[in-house]
């Protein structure tokens, strides 16, 4: 190698990550050059004066030029570590208004949580998530859309919603999930109905024939019922909500479905009846939910984590 091409410095090609010091290196200078001493600088930085003099002879080393003269009465500053350190200067004052403007990013994302959630989810689950949630972030405004698991996809796919909850036999396509709990289906009758007088279970043929208090379809409930049975009758009533299902439900006008989770009230009081459904499981999941590929953050990562205590 010729002498001009030892003095000619690091090569310029590569990515400017090769070929510009990092910002702990540029504050390192800048501090040298407020206090006068490696050794002050060091300590200002809170490391060892060791690791400053690495620091900054790899900088000298990556950029090809002396920086500090190092001498018993301190440091000073090069003609040309003097122009890098202007330089520096407006890097790092750069990159603040990048952290500052960063930070406002996050305040405004965790200033509010859009959850969209199925129903039995967002009536029964919901509530207690989400006081512990303000337990943890009081100044997080969180609104609830609930709607049946179609809508909660709808509302996550178009960006209206943040996190979602649903609870149907699959995950709607652009969505991630995961389970956060299992829940179980079972048919409820007003105690004068008479499946809730009869002794023994009904067959899964009969439920699958037998017009039933329904929600409407695209509801997760419906959905795995639909599954479980092959197919159902012509519903008795199709209802918009599990509370709407439910009244239809104690007021005599027919069996219904409903989540477990839905109904304890009302079978302690016996305005409803549990009847016992013999040759077909009424299990499902319920899952978190979000657009493929944006695992939450912030707040909703937060109320995911408590779904999950």
Do not use: C
Not at 49 to 77: C, F, K, N, T, W
Not at 91 to 97: D, H, T
């Amino acid at each position: 190698m010729s002498n001009t091409e030892e003095q000619a410095g690091p090569s310029v090609a590569g990515s400017l990550a090769h070929r510009v010091p990092d910002l702990g290196a540029l504050e390192l200078l800048l501090a040298v050059a407020r206090v006068g001493s490696l050794g002050g600088a060091a300590r200002e930085l809170g490391i060892t004066q060791p690791a400053a003099s690495s620091r900054i002879r790899s900088m000298e080393r990556q950029l090809g030029v002396a920086l500090v003269d190092r001498s018993p009465r301190g440091s000073r500053l090069t003609d040309a570590g003097a122009l890098v350190t202007d330089w520096a200067r407006r890097i790092v004052e750069a990159a603040e208004a990048f952290d500052a403007g960063a930070q406002a990013l996050r305040d405004r994302r965790d200033s509010r949580l859009r959850v969209a959630a199925s129903m039995t989810i967002a009536e029964y689950l919901l509530p207690g998530w989400l006081l512990a949630l303000r337990a943890q972030r009081p100044d997080t405004a969180v609104s609830l859309l609930a709607g049946n698991s179609t809508v909660v996809a709808e509302r996550l796919l178009s960006g209206e919603a943040d996190l979602g909850f649903v609870e149907g036999l699959s995950v709607p396509a652009g969505l991630d999930s995961v389970v956060i709990a299992h829940d179980r289906l079972i048919v409820v009758t007003a105690p004068v109905h008479p499946w809730g007088r009869r002794g023994r279970p009904v067959a899964a043929e009969e439920l699958a024939s037998t017009p039933l208090i329904l929600r409407e379809k695209g509801s997760g409930t419906r959905q795995v019922l639909d599954a479980a049975l092959g197919g159902l009758a012509r519903p008795l009533i199709e209802l918009s909500s599990t509370t709407a299902v439910k009244a239809a439900a104690v007021s005599g006008a027919g069996p219904a479905v409903l989540s477990e989770l839905a109904v304890g009230e009302e079978l302690a009081m016996r305005r409803l009846v549990r009847v016992p459904v013999a040759g077909v499981a009424l299990a499902r999941d319920l899952r978190a939910v979000w657009p493929t590929g944006h695992r939450p953050t912030g707040p909703a990562r937060d109320l995911l984590s408590l779904t999950r205590d």
